[in-house]
């Protein structure tokens, strides 16, 4: 699909969400990227991935994926509203290489690094910056770890994971 692809593409009338949604995502990235592809890699009854090949993931990525996120949050924006017309409920995600699959992994890795950082210091820590999704990863890698216990503070866009120690009596127990 080439720019001059987009000259009437909204004038028609578009039967699939889908096909709009990989429109917007292309027209996002040709004024970002001169050479793209676009592939619907998989698709549920609640999302869909599409991936961005033949494209440099670092513009695209930008800072701990806030560029990406940008775009999958401009995307889904423009498919919302075909979505109030329809039946269909999807949430669009955008990745590029695997990105979101490394992205996932590592900020596992980390929660977990910290976390035994804060089990030897017998210490809290608190994590950089992070959007709500990141927040939740995080969450939900230490959720099954009994010894430490996790919780957000501050406002958005500064809001923050914290890790603290369980603090136990004489007993074993938790003290709350």
């Known amino acids: 699909m080439n720019p001059e692809d987009f000259k009437n593409e909204f004038t028609a009338e578009?039967?699939?969400?889908?096909?709009?949604?990989?429109?917007?995502?292309?027209?996002?990235?040709y004024n970002i990227v001169d050479e793209v592809e676009i592939e619907k890699k998989y698709s549920d009854e609640d999302?869909?991935?599409?991936?961005?090949?033949?494209?440099?993931?670092?513009?695209?990525?930008?800072?701990?994926?806030?560029?990406?996120?940008?775009?999958q949050y401009l995307v889904n924006m423009v498919a919302s509203r075909e979505k109030k017309q329809s039946a269909e409920n999807k949430l669009y995600i955008i990745d590029i290489d695997g990105y979101r699959k490394?992205?996932?992994?590592?900020l596992q890795r980390y929660a977990h690094e910290k976390a035994n950082i804060v089990k030897r210091n017998n210490n809290p820590?608190?994590?950089?910056?992070?959007?709500?999704?990141?927040?939740?990863?995080?969450?939900?890698a230490l959720k099954e770890d009994s010894d430490v216990?996790?919780?957000?503070?501050?406002?958005?866009?500064?809001r923050r994971v914290?890790?603290?120690?369980?603090?136990?009596?004489?007993n074993g127990l938790v003290d709350v």
Do not use: C
């Open 14 to 29: 578009i039967n699939s969400i889908d096909k709009l949604a990989i429109k917007v995502l292309s027209k996002i990235l």
């Open 47 to 71: 999302n869909v991935i599409l991936e961005i090949k033949k494209a440099d993931p670092g513009i695209i990525i930008g800072k701990h994926g806030h560029t990406l996120d940008a775009i």
């Open 102 to 106: 490394r992205r996932f992994d590592s």
């Open 125 to 140: 820590i608190s994590l950089y910056f992070m959007n709500s999704v990141e927040r939740r990863i995080i969450h939900l």
């Open 149 to 158: 216990i996790t919780s957000s503070e501050g406002k958005e866009p500064f």
């Open 162 to 170: 914290i890790i603290s120690p369980v603090k136990r009596n004489n």
